[in-house]
């Protein structure tokens, strides 16, 4: 790889480094938007699925036996299948599965689970299930923008985008690191901090003493165009970096050069 591969390579990585993080925040924002949007008590579901449900119950429930439940409609059934802590606040609940008929028309039903031993108390869980009349409607009824749209839930392109821009970004650093090394072998280097010091401002750049830069030196200063527009006089000097200083009303950014060699 040349110096000019290297340096369009890093261009085009950095542009899709930042393509996939703007991917994964935006996929992100939209899961969060749905999920927020939401309902806790709200499901939706298809005929025929089956959907795992769970509830708070008191702590005197000792079994599911002694849990019942009312549905609007016939052709949805709660099956419970056990009790357990909660994982935050380690209360009681219930698990189970929401059955829904397979011939069970479109439309919004209403399931409650209560105390089987004291069924005047307050329900423990109050359900609306939405059912809709096929996948295309399901989908469409999404608060998901990419599930409306796409089909796909926002959390895998989430995971995607953060696992692509991880990638990209170490093949940044990779590429990076071999270019870096291709200008100074030509007595370059790349400016990657600028800072206010005593008497101007201070440079970092990657040439160093194993480069032949001693302090005291006098290094060119090039802008992003291959132009020369002043000397950095190096005051310390490292193995493979070294630190300089421009006068105060130079204009010096990050990605500006220096070269040993004008």
């Not at 949007?37 to 769970?54: D, K, Q, S």
């Not at 209403?110 to 009349?133: D, H």
Request: aromatic share 10%.
């Amino acid at each position: 790889m040349n110096l000019e591969d290297a340096s369009r390579w890093r261009s085009t990585l950095g542009r899709a480094g930042a393509l996939f993080c703007i991917v994964f925040l935006l996929s992100g924002l939209d899961g969060l938007v749905a999920q927020l949007r939401t309902p806790p008590y709200e499901y939706r579901a298809l005929p025929g699925e089956a959907l795992y449900v769970n509830g708070p119950c008191s702590p005197d429930i000792q079994s599911v036996s002694q849990l019942a439940y009312e549905s609007t409609t016939d052709g949805i059934r709660l099956q419970l299948e056990g009790l357990h802590s909660g994982f935050w606040l380690g209360g009681a609940m219930w698990r189970g599965q929401l059955l829904v008929d397979r011939g069970l028309p479109a439309g919004a039903y209403g399931l409650v689970v209560r105390s089987g031993i004291s069924p005047a108390e307050k329900p423990f869980s109050v359900f609306v299930i939405e059912v809709y009349s096929d996948a295309a409607a399901l989908r469409q009824a999404s608060r998901s923008f990419l599930v409306r749209i796409f089909g796909v839930t926002p959390w895998i392109v989430f995971f995607a985008g953060l696992l692509l821009a991880a990638l990209t970004f170490f093949l940044v650093y990779r590429v990076s690191q071999e270019r870096d090394a291709l200008l100074a072998g030509l007595g370059r280097a790349e400016i990657y901090r600028v800072a206010a010091g005593e008497g101007g401002r201070e440079v970092a750049f990657g040439l160093g003493s194993i480069h032949g830069v001693g302090a005291g030196d006098l290094v060119t200063l090039l802008n992003q165009a291959g132009e020369r527009i002043g000397k950095v006089k190096v005051t310390q000097v490292f193995e493979a970096d070294s630190v300089g200083v421009v006068e105060m009303d130079l204009t010096v950014k990050p990605g500006f050069l220096v070269t040993k060699e004008i």
